[in-house]
């Protein structure tokens, strides 16, 4: 449940519990609803489904992480990232408070880990949040996913009320167009990507250079994490090769990564609000 992580935009994933509800159509096809609930009887999925902590020794590994941090910041050259969490949902409504206090207190102990806390649930952080939050943790990430424009227009309204060194969006899987608004405040990042594994619904490979290209155009941060199937790969889609040619040429991620010949994985900078709470923080 927690472990060095194979998704791009990160180093670890830490699973404080296990357990979740679908919420939209983008969670159709739930990797974790599969692994947890159909493969390994884990938990039950669902409204009436149960929401399993894990283990102590799983909760002392972004410690260990945390000690490690130094090190790993020399030789990849960034803080290392926390992916929190890819079996659960931090602010689920069903979630024991008493657990969420617990993760906000490892995450203020582990200050040398950047923790990206992903949701599906934006409408719910405010009242989650801890009593100390106020500008935001200066190494917590908040993200909400989007996978088509009207989930993006109901979550990003509400996460960007909420204060956060680094706000993103998670437009995966991507199962419509999405375009970022022309003015107001944007999210400083924005990770996209199509369905994988059986029955993957397909992405238009438009829709990914569009969203791209407003991020260029608006000085949001890119990353594209994968096509998710050939089947959605533009170098089938649209130049007509075989999966296996443009498996060939383009073996990032699932499904082949690469956008007209090139790798889009940015990250946000490092802002000044970010800088001012770790120092406040550390004096």
């Not at 096809?29 to 102590?56: L, P």
């Not at 405040?185 to 029955?199: H, M, Q, R, V």
């Not at 791209?212 to 949001?220: F, K, P, Y």
Request: net charge positive.
């Amino acid at each position: 449940m927690g472990e060095n992580s194979k998704i791009e935009w990160c180093d670890h994933t830490f699973n404080p519990w296990i357990g979740c509800q679908k919420v939209s159509t983008g969670c159709d096809h739930c990797y974790a609803e599969a692994m947890m609930d159909h493969r390994y009887k884990k938990v039950q999925w669902g409204a009436h489904g149960e929401r399993k902590r894990t283990s102590e020794q799983n909760w002392k590994k972004p410690v260990q992480w945390n000690a490690q941090a130094s090190t790993s910041r020399k030789e990849n050259g960034h803080r290392p990232r926390v992916f929190c969490a890819s079996l659960a949902d931090v602010f689920d409504n069903q979630v024991d408070s008493s657990w969420r206090r617990d993760l906000f207190a490892l995450i203020r102990e582990c200050a040398a880990l950047d923790w990206l806390v992903l949701t599906k649930r934006p409408e719910n952080i405010e009242k989650r949040l801890p009593p100390d939050w106020r500008d935001g943790y200066s190494n917590v990430w908040l993200g909400t996913t989007a996978e088509d424009q009207v989930r993006f227009d109901f979550r990003w309204k509400r996460l960007k009320r909420v204060p956060a060194v680094v706000r993103f969006i998670s437009y995966e899987p991507a199962l419509g167009p999405l375009r970022l608004p022309q003015n107001g405040l944007l999210p400083d990042w924005l990770i996209s990507g199509g369905e994988s594994g059986a029955g993957a619904r397909s992405l238009r490979p438009h829709w990914v250079r569009d969203v791209i290209a407003d991020c260029r155009r608006l000085g949001v941060a890119p990353f594209h994490k994968q096509w998710g199937s050939y089947d959605s790969n533009p170098l089938v889609v649209e130049q007509g090769m075989t999966a296996r040619e443009a498996r060939a040429i383009d073996a990032e991620g699932k499904g082949g990564g690469l956008v007209d010949g090139k790798l889009v994985r940015e990250f946000p900078r490092q802002n000044r609000r970010s800088l001012e709470l770790r120092l406040r923080s550390a004096g």
